[in-house]
């Protein structure tokens, strides 16, 4: 009976250790489940990371061209502008010329319309005084001077209008000139922000495709960790297996050895020595069955050991 309960308490200790690694391995499993996932979302939030770092980095090119052509065109801008104030300081000039050549030429009028005046007096004078002739001389010249009198007005008239004109382009021109500045200048300043756009965008990708390449080998990391974890739980199982298969096997032969049977008052000696034959026979019986089986079940039990670690080890 002693060895009977020790046959059946290993059976039982085997099987609740085997119970033990299946939990074991199903809780690894579970954990390399949750370590998978892990993985997954660290490998996609990485590639997202990489590739928006990758447009930050492209957008801070774009960013650089454009400030590269908006400051090209400033440059332009202003000093197309600052030439078009020269024209328009020398429009000025040469319209204050003319308004000065206009005063002279109208006081050359003037004083030549005034001999003019004075000589036909004259000539009319010198008419009442029975000189014709030189009344006549005097009247032709007075009317000459009248006419350069008359021209001289006039070139005064169309240098006061040209002056006029001049000092009108000269406001227009200048007026242009200031917008092209403003407008090269306003050109400068947006080439500076899209520069201060492109360190921006530029400091964010570097930044962003650091912290990707960072999840990506975390991503790894947890890989690794989750194959570790899966080949672990796949030798729990299998060792939590054929713990319960060798108790199953100690179960079985326990059950497969006969029971003694309870004694009886024997009627006579030749009894007794049939009794004790035939019960020595069956415990050397029940004795081999048990270490065959036992045998049976050790061998089986190492064998699928050693193919478990074998699996944990091509998995990991």
């Known amino acids: 009976m002693a060895k009977a309960q020790t046959t059946k308490d290993k059976a039982k200790a085997a099987a609740q250790a085997g119970a ?26 990485g590639a997202a990371d990489v590739t928006r770092g990758e447009d930050q980095l492209r957008a ?4 650089g061209t454009l400030s590269d052509v908006a400051a090209l065109k400033g440059l332009v801008d202003t000093a197309e502008g600052a030439e078009v104030l020269e024209v328009a300081e020398e429009a000025a000039a040469v319209s204050s010329l003319m308004a000065a050549v206009s005063a002279e030429n109208i006081d050359r009028g003037m004083v030549l319309a005034s001999l003019s005046g004075q000589i036909r007096v004259a000539s009319d004078v010198v008419g009442l005084m029975g ?30 209008a040209l002056s006029e004109g001049m000092e009108s382009m000269s406001d227009r021109l200048a007026a242009l000139g200031m917008t092209e500045v403003a407008e090269g200048l306003t050109e400068l300043d947006t080439s500076d922000a899209l520069l201060d756009a492109r360190d921006d ?5 570097i930044q962003n495709a650091a912290a990707g390449v960072a999840e990506l080998s975390a991503a790894r990391a947890e890989a690794d ?35 003694r049977s309870t004694r009886k008052p ?51």
């Open 20 to 45: 033990e690694d299946v939990v074991a391995g199903a809780a690894l499993a579970e954990e390399a489940r949750g370590a998978a996932r892990k993985s997954v979302g660290l490998a996609a939030q």
């Open 60 to 63: 801070a090119d774009a960013y």
């Open 131 to 160: 000189l014709p002739v030189l009344a006549e001389f005097l009247g032709v010249k007075g009317r000459q001077l009248r006419g350069l009198a008359v021209n001289e007005i006039g070139r005064a008239m169309a240098a006061a």
């Open 201 to 205: 965008a530029a400091d964010a990708g």
């Open 225 to 259: 960790a989750t194959r570790q974890l899966a080949g672990a739980a796949v030798v729990m199982v299998a060792q939590g297996s054929e713990e319960i298969g060798a108790a199953e096997g100690l179960s079985a032969a326990e059950a497969a050895r006969p029971k």
């Open 266 to 316: 024997a009627a006579g000696k030749a009894g007794a020595s049939a009794s004790k034959a035939g019960a020595s026979k069956a415990g050397s019986s029940a004795a081999k069955t048990q270490a065959s089986s036992s045998k049976s079940a050790g061998k089986a039990q190492t064998g699928k050991r050693a193919s478990a670690k074998g699996r944990a080890a091509k998995t990991s």
